[in-house]
């Protein structure tokens, strides 16, 4: 499982968003999507970096990010 830290009226999060889904990845993964206005503890930690993507391990890729880095942190 992966996830999306985003926040609303984040035009960067909906730039990531659209990237993820035009990943061309061998196996679909599933994506939660983590509003981190709803967690005060997430909005200190993240609330100048979203948008960040996250794994089950807890390994983060921050924006910046391109299709292929996505595809490589995903896959990695």
């Not at 990943?23 to 981190?36: C, K, M, T």
């Not at 391109?66 to 942190?73: G, I, M, N, R, Y």
């Amino acid at each position: 499982m992966h996830y999306l830290l985003t926040k609303p009226h984040c035009p960067l999060c909906k730039e990531a968003l659209l990237l993820l889904n035009q990943l061309d990845l061998d196996e679909p993964i599933e994506l939660g999507v983590v509003d981190i206005s709803t967690d005060e503890a997430l909005q200190k930690e993240y609330g100048w970096l979203v948008p960040v993507l996250v794994d089950a391990d807890d390994n983060e890729l921050r924006w910046p990010f391109d299709v292929q880095k996505a595809k490589e942190f995903i896959e990695s």
